[in-house]
């Protein structure tokens, strides 16, 4: 059974607390899938986390050229993946990120381009921008949904807003 949890986030900063939040609960294995349109905060959500589990601070880049970025954390080691150059699921098998699904954690945006290699025990968070233009441009809607139990302890205290 499919699980879901809303939040609206009304800043940066409320993001940054977010991706603390749930950065310290993670373990190798465990997959994030990161859904949103260009701007919605992804990679925002991505340094933030990375930032938060390093052993010492370093400058996070956007692996959108390089596709994937490697990181020595201090629960493991974490891959973060753009994927949207890519134009076909096998490439994602080339860069190794399937095999990285098993022993590291894993944040990958534009999930999208897995096609079937999504692992079933994924969390999927999406960015989305408010629907109404008075709400401040700062604002995010996020929507964590998951099938697999691991998730439910994961995101304990996490509640619809």
């Known amino acids: 059974m499919l699980k879901t949890v809303q939040l609206t986030l ?11 939040t749930i950065a310290p609960r993670l373990a190798p294995g465990d997959v994030v899938l990161l859904q949103g349109d260009i701007g919605a905060g992804k990679t925002h959500f991505a340094r933030c986390l990375i930032q938060f589990l390093l052993e010492e601070p370093e400058d996070i880049p956007s692996p959108t050229f390089t596709l994937v970025q490697t990181y020595p954390t201090r629960l493991g080691d974490l891959w973060h993946a753009d994927l949207y150059r890519l134009s076909h699921p096998d490439e994602v098998i080339e860069l190794g990120l399937t095999d990285a699904f098993s022993d590291a954690i ?25 629907d109404t233009l008075s709400d401040t441009l700062d604002t995010r809607i996020i929507t964590m949904s998951w099938g697999a139990p691991r998730w439910d302890n994961v995101l304990e205290g996490f509640t619809n807003v």
Request: aromatic share 8%.
């Open 106 to 130: 894993c944040l990958v945006e534009w999930p999208d381009r897995l096609g079937s290699l999504i692992p079933d025990s994924a969390l999927t968070i999406q960015f989305s921008l408010p």
């Open 10 to 20: 009304t800043s940066p900063e409320e993001t940054r607390k977010f991706a603390h």
